[in-house]
């Protein structure tokens, strides 16, 4: 595709993390920009000051004439939108230029160095890290984030000099398969998205394929639990990092914790880099740190830039965010939304405030994603003192028969456990009286968080 001839894109799926990045990036670059999304969000209403066209009903006359020649207009969607929908039947009907939103990412990465960050968790936290570090050292780069910086307030970041461009690589529907990465970074390969991929075979399958996409004379970074999956071709380079392990290329040692932050050095495959503080609480984050400053150090961070870059980092929005911090009351909000994730945020949590109940509020996601892990969602959440369990968020997917929130809660083993509405969610809470409470999910529970943080100041 020429970008030289097209001058106006039309985002169909624009209010998404992902497609709102990349909407910004075209209108950034001079583009004209407009898109589709079935409901207003914050994020649609900063596109719209921003000065894009969105319109929330999918009317074909509402698309204006500028995004009508098939010539000068790429229209770009994503596949978490119902196949029937009126707008992107009109643009194929009419055989526009239409693309997957991970098509146009994987034409990027072939203009540009792409540091990709792949995994079934962990992506959007170690890729804004790592753009971060490479922000505040000499490299620089753009990026394409998933979740909104709490550093710079954009899941957008756009650099005039460097050749980086830093993204999630999505596993689902396969979209990572269409990029071409110079670095390649893997959190985790855990079976997910099986309504996609069938089975755990075929989810590792689908990685170690991505992995093998990594450019001529560029680097993979795996985590050393999965590396083994990966066997890349000589010209490219294979690190992997670990926690602890001190086998891996990159690995921590002298972890300690000093006022809620971890700290410690790092082993790189070049010497010792000391004194290393994590600017946002959490075990887990400590992982993502070691696998961001490793990704980093490849890429040209020098020690120096690192050992100050990563106490300034403050986190994304929604990745261990704290809302509330008292003496009396902790709330903190995630997007878990899988197994691993919630079991690695209730370790996380549980390794801060040992001696404080902890509650969790829980919002499945997915239909498919509760039938397939239902068992592995109840042995993670019963992992906290007390739970709040919420409905299904459906996103795309259709109801399926004998499919609910029940199935996770009748096998999960605690005295305190409820279902809730999230009409009832703040009355169930201050009844329980919680000492530390986790908000979890990735479905619209964030609308929530306003109205439960207000309540309990």
Do not use: W
């Not at 990735?442 to 100041?457: F, N, Q, V, W, Y």
């Amino acid at each position: 595709m020429d970008f030289k001839k097209i001058n106006s894109v039309y985002f169909i799926g624009i209010g998404g993390i992902g497609m709102s990045a990349l909407a910004r990036y075209f209108k950034a670059n001079g583009y004209a920009v407009a898109g589709y999304d079935l409901n207003p969000t914050l994020l649609t209403a900063d596109m719209e000051k921003e000065g894009v066209d969105i319109c929330f009903d999918d009317k074909v006359e509402l698309i204006a004439d500028e995004y009508r020649n098939q010539i000068t207009t790429l229209v770009v969607y994503t596949p978490a939108i119902p196949a029937n929908l009126k707008q992107l039947n009109y643009f194929k009907d009419n055989l526009f230029n239409v693309k997957k939103r991970s098509e146009v990412l994987g034409l990027l990465t072939h203009l540009q160095k792409g540091i990709c960050v792949a995994g079934t968790h962990g992506k959007t936290t170690v890729s804004t890290m790592i753009a971060h570090l490479l922000k505040q050292s000499e490299v620089d780069c753009s990026a394409f984030l998933g979740g909104v910086s709490q550093n710079y307030k954009t899941n957008l970041l756009l650099s005039a000099t460097s050749d980086f461009v830093v993204m999630e690589a999505d596993e689902f529907d396969r979209s990572f398969l269409r990029l071409r990465p110079y670095l390649a970074l893997i959190t985790s390969a855990d079976a997910d998205h099986l309504d996609i991929y069938g089975d755990d075979t075929s989810v590792k399958e689908s990685f170690r394929e991505f992995a093998g996409l990594i450019k001529p004379g560029g680097i993979l970074l795996s985590k050393k639990e999965i590396d083994l999956l990966f066997a890349v071709p000589d010209e490219v380079k294979h690190f992997s990092y670990s926690m602890d392990d001190s086998t891996a290329d990159f690995y921590a040692s002298n972890l300690h914790l000093i006022d809620g932050l971890y700290h410690f050095d790092l082993h790189t495959p070049q010497g010792l880099v000391t004194n290393i503080t994590v600017g946002i609480p959490g075990l887990v984050n400590v992982e993502n740190a070691i696998g961001a400053c490793g990704a980093a150090y490849l890429a040209g961070v020098s020690e120096g830039a690192m050992r100050i870059a990563m106490p300034q980092f403050k986190g994304v929005r929604r990745r261990f965010e704290y809302r509330i911090k008292r003496d009396d009351l902790i709330l903190i909000d995630d997007y878990a939304h899988h197994p691993e994730e919630i079991k690695a945020t209730v370790t996380s949590v549980r390794a801060l405030y040992p001696n404080k109940k902890l509650t969790g509020v829980f919002q499945p996601h997915l239909y498919s994603r509760t039938k397939d892990f239902h068992r592995e969602f109840a042995l993670s959440l019963s992992m906290l003192d007390e739970l709040i369990l919420l409905d299904i968020y459906p996103a795309r997917e259709k109801p399926i028969v004998g499919v609910s929130a029940q199935m996770i809660l009748d096998l999960v083993k605690l005295p305190v456990k409820v279902l809730s509405t999230k009409k009832e969610l703040i009355e169930q809470i201050k009844n329980i009286k919680p000492e530390v409470l986790l908000m979890m999910g990735a479905g619209d529970i964030d609308k929530e968080i306003d109205k439960i943080t207000e309540s309990l100041k």
